[in-house]
């Protein structure tokens, strides 16, 4: 692949003439972070299936839906759910009546 002189000047370029300033610069920085924790969270993934690490598959993917969660990536550090609905669909489930439970 051929690199332009525009290709060449933004990989050569400063942060402060790559960027009109610096909150574009600070944004730029945070996604870059979320797409490299993403990244490492899908390698994770694919080593723990790989050697059929079912505790890390756990860990990674959502207990209700059995998606990858990514927690910490695009969503919070701590998260253990995909998503909302599937937070309050456990929730539902763990908080319904019991069959067969005295009241």
């Not at 290709?7 to 979320?34: G, H, I």
């Not at 209700?64 to 609905?85: K, L, N, P, Q």
């Not at 599937?86 to 067969?100: E, K, T």
């Amino acid at each position: 692949m051929k690199l332009t002189a525009n290709d060449k000047w933004a990989l050569s370029a400063s942060a402060r003439r790559r960027y009109r300033d610096d909150v574009c610069r600070a944004q730029a920085y945070r996604a870059r972070r979320v797409s490299d924790r993403i990244m490492a969270l899908g390698m994770l993934l694919a080593e723990a299936e790989w050697t059929g690490d079912r505790r890390m598959i756990r860990l990674l993917t959502c207990p209700e839906c059995g998606r990858i969660t990514f927690a910490g990536g695009d969503c919070r550090r701590d998260a253990v759910y995909c998503s909302g609905r599937c937070r309050s669909r456990a929730w539902r489930r763990r908080a319904a009546p019991h069959v067969g439970a005295s009241a």
